[in-house]
């Protein structure tokens, strides 16, 4: 696969972004007549071009114009490098700068410096430009960056600039095309012949032609009904590619700039998040504005500690861990932070002290760790929809520290342990009170647990012993008085000696009768029939000896000399124990 790069421009009004973007490219990104008519960007354009290497290069040109700051921070969401431009006759102005900090607080990794109409600049201010955008760059992630001086005019420059691009594009990591795919949408149009049209930068997994898809954060599901790269037909479009989505479904003027578009799984909107904070200055009152993806809402913030705060949206938006965002001052308008979601689902319960213990762990924490964290701060663990959730991980990191039940339940080892724990005192608190007992019902001993949970904590558990429904502690001996050992006594004796004709036990004889059936001494065959355990082993070692032989019912009621009414749900015991095979009317011997 060739390498992909979404670019986007950044710099003062009339520093000749929108003219970079069309030498390079030969396409005209100013598409309102307004921008035509007045000779500058309001809104967002697009342009590609593919280098002769074939890496294809996506370009986002933003206005420069303090007025449409917004504009601008709705295609730098999407971008992974950057195009710093600085007229070379003008050098450093108040946009340039603060185009540079909405791009570094967003955590971009790349980039270049170019230096436009450099061909109407002296000498002199040439070297004076460079001077001033490295001290504009220094320490960040542009420090020692290329600067390319170029001319939209002559040419001059372009070539260079390509090649430098193309590094990029080569070397820059790309998104990961793997997860769950999100899609913030920066357009929405309609074209004729086809419908609804959004477009955006997709930031990971793959949307296909032909998925059902959801719109954030207003839940809609629609369909995909095709996909554009670059102006070109595709079947897929994966994480790095500026995409067109045709929808069906829905009317482009119900679809605002703003709306992510995601694939059928557990992702939610959220309207609280605890964040992280890096302030370019400290400023008074805590209503913001919020630019996260291409949505901007109107905010209220609670400070926490040292960097942290929480966040009061008016809005719902769809926002995961580690999603980058910017906080502006609504006026006068100025860009004062940005910062790092930390938990778009924070507990609203927890202290402060607590809360900012949480969020240190948090920030610093591995897919794996974050995982971890959550599963085991909540009591019985976390279904794998609720971890999706509140990770965006699918599919979720695999942890030695956590066990999966049932394929759709996480829990932690020391939950399973803390519950045995629990299990094994109150079995002991259980037997003391009834020694006579064999254990107690599984129901009981769940102590509150989903039952669904309860698998790990009961299987290979030596301290515990399951028979059926009733569990007691391993090392457990029923306590039997001596009354009760002489009526079990006898009652077993009646049963042996009744062999084929097992009497039907008196109510006050019920309890003693399940005894000795969970001990083994009578084998309950159906719901009211009861044989003693001889008499079945005495069958079994019978047939055995006649292996294969076919008989009917009238045969099994001669050898055993008892009636149809004990010969047929005995026959059918014997077929559940595989020991006879029933054959039309009659029975084969296995």
């Given at each position: 696969?060739?390498?992909?790069?979404?670019?986007?421009?950044?710099?003062?009004?009339?520093?000749?972004k929108?003219s970079?973007?069309?030498a390079?490219?030969?396409?005209?990104?100013?598409?309102?007549a307004e921008?035509?008519?007045?000779g500058?960007?309001i809104?967002?354009?697009?342009a590609?071009?593919?280098?002769?290497?074939?890496e294809?290069?996506s370009?986002?040109?933003?206005?420069g114009?303090?007025?449409?700051i917004?504009n601008?921070?709705?295609?730098a969401?999407g971008?992974?490098?950057?195009?710093l431009?600085?007229?070379?006759?003008e050098?450093?102005?108040?946009?340039?700068?603060?185009?540079?900090e909405?791009?570094?607080?967003?955590?971009?990794?790349?980039g270049?410096?170019?230096?436009?109409?450099?061909?109407?600049?002296?000498?002199?201010?040439?070297e004076?430009?460079?001077?001033?955008?490295?001290?504009?760059?220094?320490?960040?992630?542009l420090?020692?960056?290329p600067?390319?001086?170029?001319?939209?005019?002559?040419?001059?420059?372009l070539?260079?600039l390509?090649?430098?691009?193309a590094?990029?594009?080569?070397?820059?990591?790309r998104?990961d095309a793997?997860?769950l795919?999100?899609?913030?949408?920066?357009?929405?149009?309609a074209?004729?012949?086809?419908g609804t049209v959004?477009?955006?930068t997709?930031w990971s997994g793959t949307?296909?032609?032909?998925?059902?898809?959801?719109?954030?954060p207003?839940?809609?599901?629609?369909?995909?009904?095709?996909?554009?790269?670059?102006?070109?037909?595709?079947?897929?479009?994966?994480?790095g590619?500026?995409t067109?989505?045709?929808l069906s479904?829905?009317e482009?003027?119900d679809i605002?700039?703003g709306y992510?578009?995601?694939?059928?799984n557990?992702?939610?909107?959220?309207?609280?998040?605890?964040?992280?904070?890096?302030?370019?200055?400290?400023?008074?009152g805590?209503?913001?504005?919020l630019?996260?993806?291409?949505?901007?809402?109107?905010?209220?913030l609670?400070p926490l500690?040292?960097?942290?705060a929480?966040?009061?949206?008016?809005e719902?938006v769809?926002a995961l861990?580690?999603?980058?965002?910017?906080?502006?001052r609504?006026s006068?308008?100025?860009?004062?932070a940005?910062?790092?979601?930390?938990?778009?689902?924070p507990?609203r319960?927890?202290?402060r002290?607590k809360?900012?213990e949480?969020?240190?762990k948090?920030?610093?924490?591995?897919?794996t760790e974050?995982?971890?964290?959550?599963?085991e701060?909540?009591?019985?663990?976390?279904?794998?929809?609720?971890?999706?959730?509140?990770t965006?991980?699918?599919p979720l990191?695999?942890?030695?520290?956590?066990?999966l039940?049932?394929?759709q339940h996480?829990?932690s080892?020391a939950?399973?342990?803390?519950?045995?724990?629990?299990?094994?005192e109150w079995?002991a608190?259980f037997?003391m009170?009834h020694?006579?007992?064999?254990?107690?019902p599984?129901?009981q001993?769940?102590?509150g647990?989903?039952?669904n949970l309860?698998?790990?904590?009961f299987?290979?558990?030596?301290?515990?012993?399951l028979r059926?429904?009733?569990?007691?502690l391993a090392?457990?001996?029923p306590?039997v008085?001596n009354?009760?050992t002489e009526?079990?006594?006898?009652?077993e004796?009646?049963f042996?000696?009744?062999?084929?004709?097992?009497p039907?036990?008196?109510?006050?004889?019920r309890?003693?009768?399940?005894?000795?059936?969970?001990?083994g001494k009578?084998i309950r065959?159906?719901?009211?029939l009861?044989?003693?355990?001889?008499?079945?082993v005495?069958?079994?070692?019978?047939l055995?000896?006649?292996k294969?032989?076919?008989?009917?019912v009238?045969?099994?009621?001669?050898w055993?000399?008892i009636?149809r009414?004990?010969?047929i749900?005995?026959?059918?015991?014997?077929?559940?124990?595989?020991?006879?095979?029933r054959?039309?009317?009659?029975r084969?011997?296995?």
């Open positions: 696969m060739s390498a992909r790069l979404v670019i986007g421009t950044a710099g003062h009004i009339d520093h000749g929108t970079l973007v069309s390079l490219t030969g396409m005209d990104t100013d598409r309102l921008e035509k008519r007045r500058i960007s809104d967002l354009g697009f590609h071009l593919t280098l002769p290497g074939g294809r290069l370009f986002v040109d933003v206005p114009h303090e007025r449409f917004r601008m921070l709705a295609g969401a971008i992974e490098a950057l195009l431009v600085i007229a070379a006759d050098s450093v102005k108040p946009q340039t700068r603060e185009h540079f909405i791009c570094r607080l967003l955590d971009l990794r790349h270049l410096i170019v230096l436009t109409k450099s061909d109407l600049a002296t000498p002199e201010q040439l004076q430009t460079m001077a001033d955008a490295r001290q504009l760059t220094e320490n960040s992630f420090a020692g960056a600067i390319v001086p170029v001319s939209s005019v002559t040419g001059a420059g070539d260079q390509k090649a430098q691009l590094k990029i594009a080569t070397h820059s990591t998104r793997t997860g795919p999100r899609l913030p949408i920066d357009r929405s149009f074209l004729k012949g086809f959004v477009t955006g997709l949307l296909r032609v032909g998925d059902t898809v959801r719109l954030h207003i839940g809609r599901e629609v369909r995909i009904r095709g996909l554009q790269r670059h102006g070109q037909a595709v079947e897929a479009a994966v994480a590619d500026r067109a989505v045709n479904g829905i482009h003027a605002k700039r992510t578009l995601t694939s059928l557990a992702l939610e909107t959220t309207v609280v998040m605890d964040v992280s904070l890096d302030w370019l200055e400290q400023t008074k805590n209503q913001f504005l630019d996260i993806g291409t949505a901007e809402i109107p905010v209220t609670k500690r040292e960097g942290f929480r966040l009061h949206l008016t719902p769809l861990p580690g999603d980058r965002f910017i906080l502006r609504p006068p308008a100025m860009t004062v940005g910062g790092t979601v930390i938990d778009p689902f507990p319960r927890l202290n002290a809360t900012f949480r969020l240190s948090l920030a610093k924490a591995s897919p974050r995982v971890e964290l959550l599963t701060e909540s009591p019985g663990g976390l279904s794998v929809n609720q971890l999706v959730r509140l965006g991980f699918s990191p695999t942890s030695a520290r956590l066990i039940v049932n394929g996480l829990v080892k939950w399973v342990e803390q519950r045995r724990q629990k299990l094994v079995l608190t037997h009170k020694p006579a007992a064999e254990g107690a599984i129901a001993a769940r102590l647990v989903d039952a309860l698998a790990p904590v299987e290979k558990f030596p301290a515990i012993r059926g429904d009733i569990v007691s090392n457990h001996q306590k008085s009354a009760e009526a079990l006594a006898k009652l004796l009646v042996r000696e009744a062999a084929f004709q097992p039907t036990p008196e109510k006050n004889e309890v003693f009768l399940e005894k000795l059936i969970k001990s009578l065959i159906s719901n009211d009861v044989f003693h355990a001889d008499v079945i005495h069958i079994r070692q019978s055995a000896a006649h294969g032989r076919r008989f009917t009238a045969d099994f009621k001669a055993t000399n009636s009414k004990y010969a749900p005995l026959l059918e015991y014997l077929d559940q124990q595989h020991v006879t095979k054959d039309g009317d009659v084969v011997v296995l």
